[in-house]
């Protein structure tokens, strides 16, 4: 039976959201079947398993096949968990994607065409299921902006709103002046949550000869500190408030003014450090979107304001 069905996806730089999944942009390759009990995508005779050793940073997620393969598999999370999927359909896939704010004039068309293919029939195996898929659309939104428009309602009200979404790699942010996006006071800044992370792992391999990973800093800025000696939990929440500090002047570099304007955080980054963000005092004004998906759930209501 031909299903029709709606997945939109956020193509982070640390993790692809689908509304339902989230998994890190890590995909290794094998020709051999994995062992028994490893979750794993095969397409096209070849084996892919998902893995925590992430992309190195891509501007343009085209530029190589490993974005489409993510999609794969975010395409099969969806379809493993909709009940409405039974063995032998045929299913076509409309698919809202997103880019950053500042290159998104530049690369929408390059995307869609991209994630789109050739439109012809992609057989894939998860989790011993297959699935016979078509993509038959791809419409392209700019990040941030389709978060912030879950809000419309609320965010018209205000003179100037700034989504801020601090991601893996990038922090996007967007103006709005009574609801409306100003186009031009927007960019993507490369000062994402894992620059973050690399400025706590390298003071702490030079000055305390400690290893930390990127799940011990969340634990400590989390509060979780109990593993952690006193000196390396100072030095890492040091490096966060200067990491805050550093991120909201750059802001107020752009000409946005810090009093009198709502600022609106989300994404992974703002998620982690918005007890940080609100203590710090910077911002008179904060609002923070704490669901991980809200890009993917903005792209999506944003398809459907389109009538397709």
Known sequence: MIKRIRIAIDHGNRNIKTIHTVFTTGISESDISPGRGIDYLEYNGKFYVPSN??????????????FFLLTLLGIAKELELNPNI???????????????????????????????????????????KDYHV????????????????????EIRTYPKVVGVDIGGFTTDYLMFRSGIEDMEICDSMETGIISLYNRITARMRADYDVLLEEADIDSII???KGFYEENVVRAVLQEAKSYVTDLVASLRERGIDLKSTLFIFLGGGAILLKEL??????????QFIEDIHANAKGYDYLYQQQGV
């Open 222 to 224: 989390q509060g979780r």
């Open 86 to 128: 039974e063995k032998g359909d045929l299913i076509q896939v409309q698919m809202p994607i997103g880019l950053p704010p500042k290159h998104f004039a530049e690369l929408y068309d390059k995307y869609e065409t991209f994630f789109r293919g050739t439109g012809e029939m992609l057989q894939f195996t998860y989790k011993q």
């Open 277 to 286: 963000i609100e203590s710090s005092g910077i911002v008179s004004h904060a």
């Open 53 to 66: 050793r992430r992309i190195p940073y891509q501007r343009d997620k085209t530029a190589d096949q490993r």
């Open 134 to 153: 078509t993509i038959t659309d791809v419409m392209a939104f700019p990040q941030d902006y389709a978060a912030i428009m879950l809000q419309h309602r």
